[in-house]
């Protein structure tokens, strides 16, 4: 991949967050830029890989060409990184 579709990528991704949260680019860019969206990679339990994504105790799951949205953010089951909610990926 090369830095220009790596770009594309980048700015669809970015586009699709916004989108799921009604947030336009800018506020995107800067709750990214702020760690207040976290993204993290998953699959479902068919198998379909997607990136989880948490803002605002709101949860979406962004497959290729879908967005499936959750009620809320899931709770931490501890104060520790990896607990399975703080979305930082581990």
């Known amino acids: ?3 220009r579709e790596m770009y594309a ?3 669809a991704l970015m586009g699709a967050i916004g989108k799921a949260f009604a947030l336009d680019a800018e506020q995107t860019a800067r709750a990214v830029e702020a760690g207040e969206i976290t993204m993290d990679l998953g699959a479902d339990e068919r198998g379909e890989r997607f990136i989880g994504v ?3 105790g709101k949860v979406i799951r962004l497959y290729q060409g879908a967005i499936h949205y959750s009620a809320e953010a899931p709770a931490a089951t501890d104060d520790s990184c990896g607990g399975g909610g703080c979305g930082c990926g581990q």
């Open 1 to 3: 991949m090369d830095g």
């Open 54 to 56: 948490t803002y605002g």
């Open 9 to 11: 990528e980048v700015n």
